[in-house]
């Protein structure tokens, strides 16, 4: 089983940039496909991006593709969430997220680890 802590979340004004970092430990990070998800109040949870054990292949949700990057280090063991051209639509608590088996996956129920999450709020 991986631990994973979410930071970097915080108040921005649309337009701006956050960046989010997840530590994992336990057992090495590069184990494991590692995703952000999202949540806003009374939504469900969703996908926001996956990447890869190598971090050869990344996937993104359409309403984030151009603004957002996930990468990660496996010599620190994190993951990292780079939010460029904020809207007031991504604030939410950003959770990240562990599978340890198959490759980049969109749903929520395929990852078995999951951080406590980080808010991010934007405003108009």
């Known amino acids: 089983q991986v631990q994973l802590v979410e930071s970097g979340g915080g108040l921005v004004q649309a337009g701006g940039s956050l960046r989010l970092s997840c530590a994992a430990s336990?057992?090495?990070?590069?184990?494991?496909?590692m995703g952000w998800f999202r949540q806003a109040p009374g939504k469900e949870r969703e996908f926001v991006a996956a990447?890869?054990?190598?971090?050869?292949?990344?996937l993104y949700a359409d309403s984030v593709k151009g603004r957002f990057t996930i990468s990660r280090d496996n010599a620190k063991n994190t993951v990292s969430l780079q939010m460029n051209s904020l809207k007031p639509e991504d604030t939410a608590v950003y959770y990240c997220?562990?599978?340890?088996?198959?490759?980049?996956?969109?749903?929520?129920?395929?990852?078995?680890?999951w951080g406590q999450g980080t808010q991010v709020t934007v405003s108009s």
């Open positions: 997220a562990a599978k340890n088996y198959g490759s980049t996956n969109s749903l929520p129920q395929a990852y078995s680890s």
């Open positions: 336990g057992r090495t990070s590069s184990s494991y496909v």
């Open positions: 990447i890869n054990r190598s971090g050869s292949n990344t």
